[in-house]
């Protein structure tokens, strides 16, 4: 059974930065990455970066490229996300995912996830 627990979301002014933090418990078979997508209302799900387990690859979706950043420290079992230069775009509920590499990232669990609000 895998647990994800994310934290570290909030309200931040246009053009501020927020680290997303994702705690991992548990281990699963036949998933190889971890990463983030994010859900606005009413929007589709948008896949934001993810790291490959192996090697330390990663994907960022184009939307985020140059701004956010994806790590991990694997002997706390977690995940980061460096948001900076927020934009109200980036507006979302923010989940950490564990999946299977594709890019972009295919993913089968998650955690509650942490709201990002944007204040223009």
């Known amino acids: 059974q895998v647990q994800l627990v994310e934290s570290g979301g909030g309200l931040v002014q246009a053009g501020g930065s927020l680290r997303l933090s994702c705690a991992a418990s548990?281990?699963?078979?036949?998933?190889?990455?971890m990463g983030w997508f994010r859900q606005a209302p009413g929007k589709a799900r948008e896949g934001v970066s993810c790291?490959?387990?192996?090697?330390?690859?990663?994907y960022y979706a184009d939307f985020v490229k140059g701004r956010f950043t994806i790590s991990r420290d694997n002997v706390k079992n977690m995940v980061y996300l460096q948001m900076n230069n927020l934009n109200p775009e980036d507006a979302a509920r923010y989940y950490c995912?564990?999946?299977?590499?594709?890019?972009?990232?295919?993913?089968?669990?998650w955690g509650q996830g942490s709201q990002v609000t944007v204040a223009s």
């Open positions: 995912a564990r999946g299977v590499w594709g890019p972009p990232c295919l993913y089968a669990y």
């Open positions: 790291m490959s387990d192996s090697d330390g690859s990663t």
């Open positions: 548990g281990s699963i078979n036949r998933v190889n990455v």
